[in-house]
């Protein structure tokens, strides 16, 4: 009997120190997940938010942006960063210039154009070495040459970049923009007014324009500024002066990211393009695809090896460019164009 009593208090013992287990492992599993939670509303609170405005819709070339998105780089950089879409390179810099965003994706000349007006703007970090803007004409129009503008309908979009640097190709190539008639709409009907035949001609961009034309069977040519004379500091991240005086830091982060996204993208364009489509499912991937290899192709100039690497010679080509065909006043001095306090030390090697 006395032996049955302590098997059964032996018994009941193990039970409860069983449950007693456990209920330990169930309080710590929750004290874990607890824990976790904790960290990620630490690790979210911790995120610095950065508003970014593209210059236009969302398009190929901007695929870049959105690979360092979703691969995590401007978070591992400490930023939260949501990319807002433009309506036009000089819409985008009178925005920046405004606060209305902390960074911007415009032009060197939208920036000279914005600070001749007043507006607080500078480039922070050129992207295209040279500008992909241009003068584009379907094959079956007789337009050849920048000098064939003359005489015939261009459409612009007042303000953006490709209609702000025209009158330095113009000068280049001894066009009398007097006999150019010029039909100003926005800059998202360029392609349909160019197909429909309503102008002759469109100053838009080589990497977004001209490839959604062909990509929809439209047999172009495509007559670059760069290659006519007018060959500007292409799109580049820029920001309100006061922001970089305040927030140096946090820019340096953002190009670091940045760059490194476009870095990868010269090798991972496929991938790019798929991350790009999941984002915008009614896009033509085709378009996607031509877009971001011109793109691509504005990276560096011919003396670069780095992302991002620009002389001072070349600023103060840029400059001089500026000045003579925008009306920049000739007091503004390239480095009011652009500062190089936010690069970081270290760039991607070409």
């Known amino acids: 009997m006395k032996k049955r009593v302590l098997a059964l208090l032996l018994v009941t013992a193990m039970m409860a120190a069983l449950a007693g287990c456990a209920s330990n492992g169930k309080e710590e599993s929750e004290k874990s997940e607890s824990r976790q939670e ?3 509303e630490t690790t979210e609170k911790e995120l610095v938010d950065v508003s970014f405005r593209l210059n236009y819709t969302a398009d190929g070339l901007h695929a870049p942006f959105y690979y360092a998105l979703e691969k995590g780089y401007y978070e591992e950089a400490g930023l939260n960063v949501t990319i ?3 309506n036009g390179a000089g819409t985008t810099a009178k925005l920046i210039g405004t606060g209305d965003a902390d ?3 415009t032009d060197s000349a939208s920036v000279a154009s914005a600070i001749a007006e007043g507006i607080p703007v500078k480039i922070v970090c050129p992207i295209y070495a040279v500008n992909a803007f241009g003068a584009i004409a379907l094959k079956d129009s007789g337009i050849q040459t920048m000098k064939d ?3 015939k309908k261009v459409g612009i979009a007042t303000g953006d970049g490709p209609s702000n640097l ?3 190709a113009a000068a280049a190539n001894d066009i009398d923009v007097n006999k150019v008639e010029f039909v100003s709409m926005d800059a998202n009907s360029k392609e349909t007014s160019l197909m429909k035949g309503d102008v002759d001609a469109i100053l838009a961009g080589c990497d977004s324009d001209a490839v959604a034309l062909e990509c929809n069977g439209y047999e172009v040519n495509a007559m670059r500024y760069s290659d006519c004379g007018a060959a500007t500091v292409g799109l580049s991240l820029v920001a309100n002066p006061d922001f970089i005086a305040e927030n140096s830091e946090i820019i340096e982060k953002f190009i670091s990211a940045t760059l490194k996204g476009w870095d990868e993208c010269r090798t991972n364009g496929e991938e790019a393009v798929e991350i790009f489509m999941k984002k915008f499912p009614t896009a033509d991937e085709n378009v996607v695809k031509g877009s971001l290899a011109v793109a691509l192709d504005c990276l560096f100039d011919k003396d670069a090896e780095t992302l991002a690497d620009l002389t001072k010679e070349d600023w ?5 460019l500026l000045v003579n065909y925008l009306g920049v006043d000739e007091s503004i001095q390239a480095e009011e164009l652009y500062t190089f306090e936010c690069l970081p030390k270290e760039l991607p090697a070409r």
């Open 166 to 168: 025209f009158a330095a």
């Open 103 to 105: 960074i911007g994706f």
């Open 149 to 151: 503008l003359e005489g």
């Open 84 to 86: 807002g879409e433009g």
């Open 316 to 320: 103060n080509n840029c400059r001089d």
């Open 38 to 40: 904790e960290q990620k």
